[in-house]
């Protein structure tokens, strides 16, 4: 029989910053292949991963967007074009390691990757592959948090796992105070009122109204990806 697991549908939310890595280039082939690695461990025993991939290792468009008269929604274009590149890069490595990998992008790049399809990114998973969603949600002036709650919701995944830097969500900025403490378990309510970095408006609401919890951890703790995924105690648990 097969062990049972928390979750059976997953959707991992990898930013851009984690999979540069300390490194100084974009990506950091050694986060890309730990990321490949656990996720491999895991679909191995069952259990449906989607991933969405940011792109600000690359391009952010809210940073660019006014210096030299660049308007947002170009910076934004470009910004979602970065995460075409982490998605593209993200499944190379994951086919090197024999997990059958699809990209579907939000905008149609057909020589490149699948359009975005609900159904047939559904029918993958169930065959055990995993779908790596890019261009985020294919629009501007979002994020891909909210891309990551969005696809989330619509392929009826359980829960939003966010891969970082940092072991989960603090009371305060612990690079301004070493003593802020991580919080184990947060409500939506206090996530908003007490305005914690841990994504951006859009997405946490879409989160709460949804009520899909989402776990904040720490990627570049070894096992912890696998953890996750497979509903074990790590970072940061938010739900309603
Ligand atoms: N972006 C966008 N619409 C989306 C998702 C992303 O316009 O639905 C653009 C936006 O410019 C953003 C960039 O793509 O800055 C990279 O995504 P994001 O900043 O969310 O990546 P991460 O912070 O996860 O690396």
């Known amino acids: 029989s097969t062990p049972s697991f928390r979750w059976r549908r997953v959707l991992l939310k990898v930013s851009g910053e984690a999979l540069a890595g300390d490194q100084k280039q974009n990506i950091d082939p050694k986060v890309t ?3 490949a690695r656990e996720v491999a461990s895991v679909t191995r025993l ?3 991963v989607a991933i969405v991939v940011g792109g600000g290792n690359i391009f952010r468009g809210s940073s660019w967007a006014g210096s030299s008269g660049l308007d947002r929604s170009s910076a934004d274009y470009i910004g979602m074009l970065a995460t075409v590149m982490n998605a593209i890069y993200l499944q190379a490595t994951m086919e090197s390691l024999g997990i059958p990998t699809r990209v579907q992008t939000a905008f149609r ?12 990114a559904v029918r993958h998973l169930e065959k055990g592959r995993v779908v790596i969603f890019a261009a985020g949600t294919g629009n501007p002036f979002f994020t891909t948090d909210t891309a990551a709650a969005l696809r989330c919701a619509e392929i009826n995944a359980e829960v939003v796992l966010k ?6 969500v603090y009371n305060e900025d612990p690079r301004d105070n070493p003593n802020a403490c991580l919080l184990e378990n947060l409500t939506y309510h206090e996530v908003i009122s007490k305005e914690l970095s841990v994504m951006d408006l859009t997405a946490i609401t879409l989160c709460q109204e949804n009520n899909i919890p989402v776990v904040v951890f720490n990627l570049n703790k070894a096992g912890n990806i696998a953890k996750a995924i497979k509903g074990e105690k790590v970072g940061t648990l938010i739900e309603g």
């Open 33 to 35: 292949m730990a990321i």
């Open 46 to 48: 069952g259990i449906e």
């Open 109 to 120: 790049m057909s020589e490149v990757a699948e359009p975005y399809i609900r159904r047939r």
């Open 163 to 168: 891969a970082t830097n940092v072991d989960g």
